[in-house]
């Protein structure tokens, strides 16, 4: 019998527990023998709760424990997440995570670590949720060349940004909202201001390129800004505003960044709406994939954790090849690279002139219902460098780029 332990009992860690009780024939089967929780780290206790009968409060009963095969770290954060990981690997224990903050911040040494001790550090669900992405990328997907990964990863943004869509609400009442429902958390700002996704692409990316891409070097923005005008527009014009997190390499060089986008009907991601994720993947061989379903949530979430948890102990002293590398990705200049823009101006005498000595074009102003002082345009595909000097030239009130991915037919 394998035990495991599990470090956290918030939202995923009581899933973990409830998903390895509630399918534990079906894991038993997979596994190669039963799977159970010996030891759940927690701060707290939780009387009338049969899990505390398994609550310690002390790191060291599990560390110093032989029969503790797996400890699954779902704490958060990269700080005693980080000590307890590294300990744990260190004493021949495999780790499984949902931690992306720790997985993006220090993936390549715990793995090494990992592959030192002949066991494994796995992290499925720190990107995606639920959807399976990372193991495909890592074990299917290795005969090809990942040139593109594109994903709606933060079902927070998301869901404000489809709620503002389709209901013409304000920023400020969706992400109350959010918090109310439990989408959004009481400090939402590593959400909204795209860090969640950041990490997550970061991880993705360095997964693709075998390398360690730093989140911090990630051009990052977030949708705070982001209007009930600027859907007015969108929706006039027929498309969507997704917070994307994308990496793609061009003429051999990596980019990447996180930034609100304008999506048309035919980008794959468009119909993504709600807390969902959906992540596109483009190999040079393989073409186009994709992955698409809850990108949170307790079960969801521990279901992935699970799915690792399994692996883990089909490989026991056996460490399952995942090449992610100290070695620093140097990303390319964003700058460089291409886009359509939607932008507004506002409309003063002569702006259409000044657009036009810009931008060189014949403005076909975009205007929109009960919205005044201003007009819209969308140009024509130009280096994000030119975007910026020719941007300087007009009163610019708010420009947000489209992506141009799409699935080959």
Not at 278 to 286: D, K
């Amino acid at each position: 019998m394998a035990k495991i332990a599990v470090l956290g009992y918030g939202t995923v860690g009581s899933g973990v527990v409830e998903v390895l009780e509630r399918n534990a024939d079906s894991i038993k089967n997979r596994a190669g023998e039963p799977v159970e929780v010996k030891y759940v780290l927690d701060l707290r206790d939780f009387p009338g709760d049969p899990i505390q009968e398994k609550i310690t409060h002390d790191f060291n009963d599990i560390l110093n424990d032989p029969e503790v095969d797996v400890v699954v770290e779902v704490m958060g954060g990269t700080g005693a997440a980080y000590t307890f990981t590294k300990s744990a690997l260190e004493a021949g224990k495999s780790v499984c995570t949902s931690n992306k903050a720790l997985v993006a911040a220090h993936g390549a040494e715990l793995m090494a670590l990992a592959r030192e001790k002949n066991i494994n550090y796995m992290f499925e669900a720190s990107v995606g949720g639920g959807i399976p992405v990372i193991r495909p990328i890592n074990e299917s997907l290795t005969a090809d060349k990942i040139l593109q990964i594109t994903g709606i990863m933060n079902g927070t943004t998301n869901y404000i940004l489809t709620k503002m869509r389709r209901e013409g609400t304000h920023y400020e009442e969706t992400l109350k909202e959010a918090q109310a429902l439990g989408y959004a958390e009481r400090d939402p700002s590593a959400d909204v201001d795209g860090w969640d996704a950041c990490r997550k692409i970061a991880i993705l990316t360095s997964l693709a390129q075998g390398g360690t891409v730093d989140f911090n070097d990630i051009q990052t923005e977030g949708i705070s800004d982001i209007t009930y005008v600027d859907f007015k527009y969108a929706n006039k014009l027929g498309v969507t505003i997704k917070l994307l997190a994308t990496s793609k390499v061009v003429n051999d060089k990596v980019y990447a960044y996180t930034a609100p986008f304008m999506l048309e009907s035919d980008h794959p991601l468009y119909n993504v709406n709600g807390v969902l994720n959906g992540i596109y993947v483009n190999g040079n061989m393989v073409g186009d994939t994709m992955f698409f379903g809850p990108g949170a949530g307790k079960l969801p979430t521990a279901s992935a954790v699970c799915g690792d948890i399994v692996e883990a102990v089909k490989n026991k002293d056996h460490n399952v090849i995942v090449v992610w590398e100290d070695k620093k990705v140097e990303l390319g200049d964003n700058k460089d690279l291409a886009f359509k823009y939607f932008v507004r101006v506002k409309d003063e005498e002569g702006e259409a002139k000044k657009v036009r000595d810009a931008f060189g074009l014949d403005v076909q102003p975009i205007r929109v219902q009960d919205v005044e002082g201003e007009f819209a345009f969308v140009t024509e595909e130009m280096a994000e460098s030119d975007f910026v000097i020719k941007s300087k030239l007009v009163d610019l009130i708010k420009s947000i780029r489209f992506d141009d991915t799409a699935m080959v037919e």
